[in-house]
């Protein structure tokens, strides 16, 4: 990963909070974050650093309640990189093992750096973003925090610190963040969370809750598939909304319990008109833990990992894209939860 960087420097002051979705589209202009993700992320598509080129995807809303956003990407099947075989939710991290500190330096976006002011506390650490090579969607790119210290595939409060805080450094409800743990699809042992653009609104943006706990914003998704919801709209420090999210995913670690994350702008939970509903002021991080899956996974398959759980299907074959029904697809999630 040697080489010259560009730096994304930030602060608070950079956060995006007002945010709406009108007729499923953003009318807000792009943020300085938005730029640098979208420029040079197709600086590197146009240089062919990809392993296929992206182009528009075919994609159809499948008719139903849930309004999942099908998409065909057939290259992703046939071109991505072999999958680690993950055996253990605690696996330790492998150096002989592919992983992100083995990349082109070519492959890199840029580093996120923090300026924290300097009565606070600790030091800003490092976040490479780098460009996935098997692209799902426009944009999609992995958040890997501090890659040198070779951190396994467990969350943790910086990892997700860092995914909410790219939410509100974006002005596009279209972008999403998102963390499969092992057992749960994750393909590489090394600490990463996804990030991409999906130009579609998703249910769970607005879907119902219950309330679990009010006092940690901490809330149940009511709509198929159940999930635990936190729900933040930034006005406290993004690392405290992250150290109680991992309370719960360490809990479940610790159960060798898999799981899926996927954070997206969202209205708030007690939204209860159309206008309000438009609204996209928060995040909403999603939890749903999950039936593991070990060993080498088939990658032309259906696999339910933190896209499918959200709503959005990438498909890597046609017919399973042409041939799946929302009836069909409820009852294949229905088995990982």
Not at 85 to 108: A, G, T
Not at 207 to 231: G, N, Q, S, W
Not at 258 to 263: E, K, S
């Amino acid at each position: 990963m040697d080489g010259p960087k560009h730096i994304f420097t930030y602060t608070n002051k950079d956060f995006v909070y007002d945010v709406c979705r009108i007729n499923g589209k953003t009318t807000d202009v792009p943020s300085r974050f938005d730029v640098a993700l979208r420029c040079g992320w197709t600086e590197k598509m146009n240089l062919g650093l990809f392993r296929y080129h992206l182009g528009d995807l075919e994609a159809r809303v499948l008719p139903g309640e849930c309004g999942y956003i099908a998409q065909l990407n057939i290259q992703r099947g046939i071109e991505r990189r072999k999958p680690q075989v993950i055996l253990s939710i605690q696996q330790q991290f492998d150096p002989n093992l592919f992983n992100f500190n083995k990349i082109s330096s070519s492959e890199i976006l840029f580093e996120m750096h923090k300026q924290v002011s300097p009565e606070k506390d600790g030091t800003c650490a490092t976040c490479v973003v780098i460009i996935n090579v098997s692209p799902l969607e426009f944009g999609h790119c992995l958040l890997v925090p501090e890659p040198s210290r070779c951190h396994p595939q467990i969350l943790t409060p910086l990892a997700l610190q860092l995914g909410v805080e790219s939410l509100f450094l974006s002005a596009d409800p279209g972008l999403r963040v998102g963390f499969n743990s092992l057992g749960a699809f994750a393909s590489i042992n090394h600490l990463h969370l996804h990030a991409y653009y999906l130009n579609h609104p998703l249910r769970i943006e607005s879907a119902r809750t219950e309330v679990i706990l009010l006092k940690k914003c901490l809330f149940r998704l009511m709509d198929f598939p159940r999930a635990f919801m936190f729900y933040t709209e930034g006005k406290e420090e993004a690392r405290a909304v992250a150290t109680t999210v991992c309370r719960l995913t360490d809990h479940l670690v610790e159960r060798n319990i898999a799981h899926n994350v996927f954070m997206t702008r969202g209205c708030h939970p007690d939204s209860e008109n159309k206008a309000q509903s438009s609204l996209r002021l928060g995040v909403r991080i999603f939890i749903w833990p999950r039936v593991s899956c070990f060993g080498a996974k088939e990658e032309s398959a259906f696999n339910v990992a933190l896209c499918e759980l959200a709503g959005h299907l990438p498909f890597k074959n046609r017919e399973d894209f042409e041939r799946l029904d929302e009836d069909r697809v409820k009852a294949i999630v229905q088995r990982f939860i």
